[in-house]
T-cell receptor, first 107, second 116 residues
Framework: RKEVEQDPGPFNVPEGATVAFNCTYS??????FFWYRQDCRKEPKLLMS???SGNEDGRFTAQLNRASQYISLLIRDSKLSDSATYLC????????FGTGTKLQVIP | DVKVTQSSRYLVKRTGEKVFLECVQD?????MFWYRQDPGLGLRLIYF???????EKGDIPEGYSVSREKKERFSLILESASTNQTSMYLC???????????????FGQGTRLTVV
């Protein structure tokens, strides 16, 4: 089983839609969880950290389910500018990335 | 702002050459990482370091070595470059909060290496 697994997509959604991504991880000792965003030909940048209690930042909501070993990202009211690849990141001693989920928001 | 700087954006090298990729961070971070990113495979960890002179193999260390002589600098070395090492290489650094939790990882802008 891969350490971190994500559905690669692409997810093609209309503007204004709600879209959700999941990311599963295999190491139950994992301690830190993040969602990154990567635009084409750019380096990944932090979108948000993921806390046990769940956290929200504007249209973005991140959740952690330790029992089932996954994190999720929910994007409400999708904008064209949300089109990017979203990478989940799981940290223990090293930092392991998922392969990314490509989101394309269409007009 | 944290800054992670990679020495080159684009590099073209010949097969068999020894290649050095340099990465410098200015936030006194303990942990530094080297990844390569290829279409369909995502970011794969090559090596990481959690302290000066310490290094750990990542998921795909074969054909690579690293050096961390100073805390701010983490070098990736391709001992004898091969065409299958053509890729985007990303360096990252990560620190710890006052409470000991891992902070986010910050990335350099990437080096696109082509081996011909």
């Amino acid at each position: 089983r891969k350490e971190v697994e994500q559905d690669p997509g692409p997810f093609n959604v209309p503007e204004g839609a709600t879209v959700a991504f999941n990311c599963t991880y295999s190491n139950s000792a994992s301690q830190s969880f993040f969602w990154y965003r990567q635009d084409c030909r750019k380096e990944p940048k932090l979108l948000m950290s993921v806390y046990s209690s769940g956290n929200e930042d504007g249209r973005f909501t991140a959740q952690l389910n330790r029992a089932s070993q996954y994190i999720s990202l929910l994007i409400r009211d999708s904008k064209l500018s949300d089109s990017a690849t979203y990478l989940c990141v799981i940290g223990y001693q090293k930092v392991t990335f998922g392969t990314g989920t490509k989101l394309q928001v269409i007009p | 702002d944290v800054k992670v700087t990679q020495s080159s954006r684009y590099l073209v090298k010949r097969t068999g050459e020894k290649v050095f990729l340099e990465c410098v961070q200015d936030m006194d971070h303990e942990n530094m990482f080297w990844y390569r990113q290829d279409p369909g495979l995502g970011l794969r960890l090559i090596y990481f370091s959690y302290d000066v002179k310490m290094k750990e193999k990542g998921d795909i260390p074969e054909g690579y070595s690293v050096s961390r002589e100073k805390k701010e600098r983490f070098s990736l070395i391709l001992e004898s470059a091969s065409t299958n090492q053509t890729s985007m290489y990303l360096c990252a650094s990560r620190g710890r909060s006052g409470s000991g939790e891992d902070t986010e990882a910050f990335f350099g802008q990437g080096t696109r290496l082509t081996v011909v």
